[in-house]
């Protein structure tokens, strides 16, 4: 397989996939963390590495290190892997995500950005989703009538914040994830409720038109919920952590143990929440968006920009909802090809740069 | 369709199922609830009526009304109908289940002393449970392999008593059902937990060996969870209503929109508890018995007695466990026969009757 992103939380954990279904690593893309790069090297020993920056190259303990973006779609050309594994984050994703699948092989996708972005021209068929959420979905999914797909949400860092003050909210205080650790823009991500808007949006384009919302659910034990016609629901439970949903992208009919189950005797209590478009202003475009949701690109292009607004101490926490919102109010077109969601990217991030 | 137990909880939902489905009813047996009967063979105008009585036949508003447990074995045997719905309650449903079997009928079957007590000898590809938790489980099987099925209980009127004061328990306070409301003795069996154990037999008999539990979930909108080798967990929710479970069991592949889907924001949370073996003495031998499940038939024996003892005041509420446990603790031989069923069946009454 082709690891896109092998030092991330993602990165890591498939690694461990690989090493349970003995699965030999062609090629590892990863950013910054040389020191951890040069371990996996040593245990996987792929025949192409490739880095972001040039001036890591010689810090990289491979004879065959590449860098930058070009390089990494030259890697997915001329691999001999079926399987891509796309945990590469943010927008930068999807033209690896297009690459492979011109290249017809088959993308295990943590990357959200590229269906969001791009889910209408994404065949579909080729992707195995690597999500919590997504997974169980696919995993609850039955020949009975459906009538509405529901996955669940941590709430984020400021779920219990008095709401007043999150405006004044800093980037530390985003980061501070009540049940879990991930990279800075997921969790940010997950603070908003950006996060699971992007993944309503990828299960729209990965199982179709439908009824779809998001609750609350503070433990992060329930990853999903299917309503049926009949009047029954089906929840899918795991423990957090993302090698399940892996070795499922990587193997559909894997019957290994990877998790322990959980335990709901133990877990006593779960508490479930609406989502509050007062903590949460950007889901108030949750069904427009739904509706529409080829004008993903423009959450996405607007969102990206202003974490690194928010980043870099420009604009306050709740001004990526304002960011957003007035993104989504002005960029009413919906692209019609891939060309075009490149284009209307370019001109939302344009706006969102200045727009505050 | 033949439906035995017309005018119990269970009938009633069978025959609203029996008209949404446009099902004939053949013959409708009753007990003494006359006035309901009259009602029912109005709407429903069935060929056949077996009331338990003598004296009430001329009470009844029809031309062929039969009485008697022989008359439902002669109603079974001469019916047309492929389905008959049994939800006689008690070991007295034994003999039509046999029956209906034997004549190649197919058995919805809510009488769970049927298998509890004969399991061992019932083609179970015969029958369809109707109850919440056998439906859940159903619900939820996958081809994956599976490593524990866990049912769910209420916890009955007694959950949240101070457990020094159940030895003074009323036939009265056993009637109040923290959920909803059944006949008298299931809310008996659902106060002393008899009823969760009477289900984790019948699963076993339905769904092979295995290993089974039980939770206690306060809402009683979960009714199952399935745990799968890989550490994924699917639990079945749906609004505590019998006719899901009975549409399902008239028609396997139905697909009618039977309950409003439970809506878990406005639920806002759910609480699960173990089974405690202080407060639910008789939980104390549930492995054992899953282990031995042919021994169902004294559990069920000594529990009957017990119950029209309590009724009668003879003994306390607590001494249904210890009736339970001493029967237990002295018939250990497991029938090797229907015949030997009720063989044992009778000496555990005789036994029951005097033990305390």
Not at 100 to 127: H, P, Y
Not at 166 to 176: K, Y
Not at 308 to 332: P, S
Request: hydrophobic content about 45%.
């Amino acid at each position: 397989m082709v690891l896109l992103g092998s030092t991330g939380s993602i990165g890591v954990n498939a690694l461990e996939i690989a090493k349970l279904f003995g699965i030999k690593v062609e090629a590892l893309i990863a950013g910054r963390n040389i020191d951890l790069l040069n371990k996996q090297i040593e245990i996987h020993m792929p025949k192409t590495v490739v880095v972001e920056r040039e001036e890591d190259v010689v810090k990289v303990n491979h004879s065959n290190v590449l860098y930058g973006k070009a390089a990494i779609l030259k890697v997915i050309e001329e691999s001999q892997s079926e399987l891509i594994i796309n945990s590469l984050v943010g927008f930068l994703g999807l033209r690896p995500t297009l690459k492979a699948i011109e290249c017809g092989k088959r993308v295990a996708l943590a990357n959200k950005e590229s269906l969001v972005a791009c889910g209408a021209f994404i065949d579909t068929s080729k992707i195995s989703p690597i999500d919590s959420e997504h997974f169980a979905l696919w995993y609850l999914l039955q020949e009975r009538p459906i009538t509405k797909m529901t996955i669940t949400a941590s709430g984020g860092a400021f779920r219990d914040w008095p709401i007043e003050k999150l405006s004044h909210a800093t980037l530390a205080d985003t980061q501070r994830h009540p049940n879990w650790s991930m990279g800075q823009k997921i969790t940010i991500d997950s603070a908003t409720m950006v996060n699971k808007m992007f993944e309503l949006l990828e299960a729209r384009w990965l199982f179709g038109e439908g009824e779809y919302d998001a609750i609350i659910e503070t433990k992060s034990l329930m990853h999903a919920v299917v309503d049926f016609k009949d009047g029954s629901s089906t929840a899918h439970f795991a423990n957090a952590n993302m090698q399940l949903p892996i070795a499922f992208a990587i193997d559909r009919n894997m019957q290994e143990s990877i998790l322990k189950p959980v335990n709901l005797a133990k877990v006593g209590s779960l508490e479930f929440r609406k989502i509050d478009v007062e903590r949460y202003p950007v889901w108030q475009i949750k069904d427009e968006l739904l509706a529409h949701p080829k004008r993903g690109v423009v959450i996405n292009a607007a969102n990206e920009v202003a974490i690194e607004r928010f980043i870099a101490g420009e604009i306050g926490f709740m001004d990526i909802h304002t960011t957003i919102l007035k993104a989504f109010a002005l960029f009413v077109n919906e692209p019609q090809s891939v060309a075009e969601v490149f284009e209307l990217d370019e001109e939302v991030r344009a706006f969102a740069r200045v727009c505050l």
